[in-house]
């Protein structure tokens, strides 16, 4: 049963406190991202990696942090900098060689502050 | 700077009705314009696609009608059903080899009986 499996469901934060949010894929996708959704903003792209061991900035990095060690694993740290954190966090993957490339979304992870 | 515009934010539309959702692009290099559908909780999921060779594609009761001279593209769906209610979001990106995403801000569609 391939997929993308993001965990846990739901996150919970304190301040200053650094949290790490799980993304796994086993669809054999080259390419990854993370994206943040607000009500009323849509998907805003946070990072993304098209190979192991490389990542690009998104549109609103700033207060995460990446890796990419593994082709099938890309986790989100939302670190103490990011100021608003609260937002469902989807993380979705792709397959480069395709000509009619297609993003898979995972269930997202929905992240709050306490 | 938005790079896709989506219209309306919120659509409520009867039973049976068609329901037609917009968006406009500035970027003249995209070349692949997607949309996606997300039920409440859950992470989208593409719903159908074109790219700008064709000015229509149609798969069931879904159709993406695309202007390109107006850099305009927009969902129709026919016949619409209560299961249809949902969140529909438009994107663009470029030719392979660049495939990051901009979406739309999206669209909440509600079907009423």
């Known amino acids: 049963d391939g997929g993308i499996t993001q965990s846990p469901k739901y996150l919970f934060r304190k301040e200053g406190q650094n949290v790490t949010l799980s993304c796994e894929q086993n669809?054999?996708?080259?390419?990854m991202y993370w994206y943040r959704q607000d009500p009323g903003q849509g998907l805003r792209l946070i990072y993304y990696?098209?190979?192991?061991?490389?990542?690009q900035k998104g549109d609103i990095a700033e207060g995460y942090s990446v890796s990419r060690e593994k082709k099938e694993s890309f986790p989100l740290t939302v670190t103490s900098a990011q100021k608003n954190p609260t937002a469902f966090y989807l993380c979705a993957s792709t397959l480069r060689e395709r000509e009619l490339e297609t993003q898979y979304f995972g269930p997202g992870t929905r992240l709050l502050v306490l | 700077q938005q790079q896709v515009k989506q219209s309306p934010q919120s659509l409520i539309v009867q039973k049976g009705g068609i329901s037609i959702i917009n968006c406009a692009y500035e970027?003249?290099?995209?070349?692949?314009f997607p949309w996606y559908q997300q039920f409440p909780g859950k992470g989208p999921a593409l719903l159908i696609a074109i790219r700008p060779d064709v000015s229509e594609k149609k798969e069931g009761r879904f159709t993406i009608s695309f202007n390109k001279s107006a850099k305009q593209f927009s969902l129709h769906i026919m016949d619409s059903q209560p299961g249809d209610s949902a969140t529909y979001f438009c994107?663009?990106?470029?030719?392979?080899?660049?495939?990051?995403?901009?979406f739309g801000t999206g669209t909440r569609l509600t079907i009423i009986p």
């Open positions: 994107a663009a990106s470029m030719r392979p080899g660049n495939e990051k995403l901009t």
């Open positions: 990696s098209q190979i192991v061991n490389d990542f």
């Open positions: 669809l054999n996708h080259d390419a």
């Open positions: 970027n003249t290099a995209f070349d692949y």
